[in-house]
C-alpha cells in the first residue's frame, strides 16, 4: 500500500472535524471517486448563491471567473490556489453587464460564517 498523500489525508480529516464539529458544517462525504467530481460545485454555489439575493447574470460571471482562476494551466499550482483565495477571501469584482458599475459576489459570507 503506498503511503503517499496519508499526511496530507490525515490533515483533511482534522480540517473535516473541525469544520464539522465546531463549526457545525454539513459534511457531503469523500466525493474522489464520484462521477463528475471536480474542485468547485457549481450547481451547490449557484443555488446559495440564488439563495443569497445575487442576480443569475452575477451568479453565472463570477463561477465563470472562479473556474478559469481554478482551471487557468498556463500559470502554475501556487498562483492558481493564490488566485482563487484571492476570489474566496475579498469576493469576485464582476459587472452585471457593458458599461454597468462593477459588484462583488461573495462566495464565502464573512459575517455570518455559520
Not at 7 to 23: C, P, S
Not at 32 to 37: H, I, S
Not at 73 to 78: G, P, Q, R
Amino acid at each position: 500500500m503506498s503511503t503517499v498523500g496519508q499526511i496530507e489525508k490525515k490533515t483533511q480529516a482534522r480540517v473535516v472535524k473541525l469544520f464539522r464539529d465546531t463549526l457545525g458544517y454539513a459534511y457531503l462525504g469523500d466525493w474522489e471517486d464520484r462521477a463528475g467530481n471536480a474542485c468547485i460545485e457549481k450547481d451547490l454555489l449557484s443555488a446559495w448563491l440564488k439563495k443569497r439575493g445575487v442576480d443569475k447574470a452575477l451568479i453565472t460571471r463570477a463561477l465563470h471567473l472562479l473556474s478559469k482562476a481554478a482551471g487557468d494551466t498556463s500559470k502554475s499550482l501556487y498562483d492558481r490556489n493564490r488566485a482563487v483565495y484571492d476570489l474566496l477571501r475579498y469576493g469576485v469584482k464582476v459587472k452585471p453587464d457593458v458599461g454597468e458599475h462593477t459588484q462583488t459576489v461573495w462566495l464565502i459570507d464573512w459575517k455570518h460564517p455559520e
